[in-house]
């Protein structure tokens, strides 16, 4: 197997018209050769992603190589503090460098344009202005472990969300090496933008910062309400935000002191960076003194990007779906999840673990979603929504499962009793997470999230089961944010940064259900009348 990675690797470093500079691909074959004789013996899966590491870096090779020869890439600048960017002189008196210079001329300029970096000497690496298609980070000290490495990766992506990983060490059995490659247009523009603001922006003048308190509520209302509304409001106003946080963030729980409530056992910071890259180069501040801003809830397209939104090829021509929080066309749904996605981009360590329970999970293709969401929304008094048998569900999806010849179903619940209602329902193989969930005769908190007791494992819970969901192909729940948000990951992820939604089947949870209640709970009568804050009133 070894001999395979070797030959690859050879194959790379011997091209005729190999077109990066001598020095940064010998340091990259050394990295490929040496891991082919160090590495020998690993097993399968390790040789196979190192192969498929190797494979693309090949294409890339051969991709510039092209583009180059045919005059097709334009001159690269890079950045000095004290010049303007090379070729800027030229661009201005409106001549194109590429019709002045022979192949051998681009060929030498392109070979200064670094698509290498090494990995510790990122902290000073700035590439704002032309940013290659593919980087290639690699360590160049033999001391550096696999946990140095992907802590100095993850403050690059911090500052330079444009990129995305396209292949990272799982293990540090393999090399240290990330292959980078930037996102595709309109999301390149959105999140470059965010790199300006929060970062570039912030960095010079965090004093500026206008700051947004975290809610302390459910997932959806957290990052999407609340955190997504307030990078929207960075990009409408040209102003960058930051976070802060309530004296007590549960009532019922005296220990959240200062902290979002899904981080406390995560880190020491207890906020969303136990988890996600930093979405601002800014301190987090006390919530002392600050001028706090009231939610904003906008969710409108910002004209700087409506060109780059109404013309592209996978959201013309497609309408608003009947879902509940979905307030936008498809445009302004696809905006609103690249703000969403930037302040989650998980860390390394989440990354991996991510991937290896979806990976465990091997969940059957093709599958469908099922969100049913009971237990604490009979404790909501002022937004009232009744339970509904998974049974309801099945019914309102029977023709699109039939249809679509869906067998699998991933079911997303909070509740013990609707996993036992799976056992009547025989004509589907139901797949779920198995973790703890909340029983109807518990002590049930409206939005006590942590069954297990354990925020960060039902952290990684949400997120693993967020990422197996993009793997299917019709959606099917409720009245919940938590489930819209699933169904909007299935948009994005399923085929690879493209908004591309599945068919959608939902339950009216509003309305109350006008069946019988096989597994019913004692918050609900005969037909399904809920009690809310009565039932909470009368049973304190």
Not at 55 to 75: G, N, Y
Not at 99 to 116: C, G, S
Not at 502 to 522: A, F, T
Request: aromatic share 12%.
């Amino acid at each position: 197997g070894w001999r395979r990675v070797l030959a690859q690797a050879n194959a790379i470093c011997t091209g005729k018209r190999l077109l990066f500079s001598i020095t940064l691909i010998v340091t990259f074959c050394g990295i490929g050769l040496l891991s082919a004789s160090k590495y020998a013996g690993p097993n399968d899966e390790a040789l196979n992603r190192i192969l498929r590491k190797m494979e693309t870096l090949t294409h890339v090779v051969q991709q510039q190589q092209q583009d180059l020869l045919q005059h097709r890439i334009k001159p690269s600048t890079v950045e000095d503090d004290n010049t303007k960017p090379k070729g800027e002189e030229s661009r201005q008196k409106g001549g194109n460098l590429d019709q002045n210079l022979t192949p051998e001329q681009i060929l030498h300029r392109e070979r200064k344009n670094n698509h290498f970096y090494s990995i510790e000497e990122l902290e000073s690496v700035h590439i704002r202005q032309n940013e290659p298609k593919y980087l290639i980070l690699n360590t160049k000290d033999h001391q550096t472990t696999l946990n140095d490495a992907a802590e100095m990766v993850d403050r690059f992506l911090s500052r330079h969300s444009v990129y995305y990983i396209e292949s990272e060490p799982s293990t540090s059995d393999e090399p240290l090496m990330w292959l980078l490659e930037l996102y595709p247009s309109p999301e390149y523009e959105v999140f470059r933008e965010l790199d300006m603001l929060q970062h570039d922006k912030a960095s010079l003048a965090c004093d500026a910062a206008e700051y947004f308190e975290m809610w302390c509520s459910g997932w959806h209302a957290d990052l999407w309400y609340l955190v997504r509304g307030s990078l929207n409001y960075a990009l409408g106003k040209d102003k960058h935000v930051g976070l802060v946080f309530p004296q007590q963030c549960k009532d019922y729980d005296s220990s959240y002191i200062k902290s979002w409530h899904y981080a406390v056992d995560a880190c020491d910071a207890k906020d969303m960076s136990c988890y996600f890259l930093n979405h601002t180069s800014c301190p987090r501040p006390e919530n002392s003194g600050l001028s706090i801003n009231k939610p904003y809830l906008d969710r409108n397209l910002p004209a700087k990007f409506g060109q780059q939104f109404s013309t592209h090829h996978a959201l013309e021509h497609k309408r608003k779906e009947d879902l509940w929080d979905v307030h936008n066309s498809a445009s302004g749904e696809f905006y609103n999840f690249l703000l969403y996605s930037y302040a989650t981009r998980m860390k390394y360590w989440l990354r991996q673990e991510v991937q290896k329970r979806v990976a465990a999970f091997k969940l059957k293709e093709p599958c469908a979603v099922m969100h049913v969401r009971q237990n604490d929304i009979a404790a909501h008094g002022n937004w009232v929504r009744y339970y509904y048998p998974l049974r309801a569900y099945i019914d309102e999806a029977k023709d699109a499962l039939d249809t679509m010849g869906i067998h699998t179903i991933l079911l997303m619940t909070d509740s013990a009793e609707v996993i036992d209602e799976t056992k009547q329902l025989k004509d589907f193989e139901w797949r779920y997470m198995s973790k703890h969930r909340f029983e109807r005769n518990s002590n049930i908190k409206f939005e006590n999230q942590f069954p297990s007791g354990s925020p960060k494992e039902e952290t990684i819970a949400i997120l693993t089961l967020y990422h197996l969901a993009s793997e299917c192909r019709l959606f099917i729940g409720g009245t919940s944010g938590f489930g819209t948000l699933a169904y909007r990951y299935m948009c994005w992820l399923h085929s690879k940064n493209t908004w591309d939604c599945p068919p959608i089947r939902v339950v009216n949870q509003h309305e109350p259900y006008k069946g019988r209640h096989d597994n019913p709970d004692p918050r609900h009568n005969e037909s399904s009348v809920h009690y809310g804050a009565k039932y909470l009133k009368e049973n304190k």
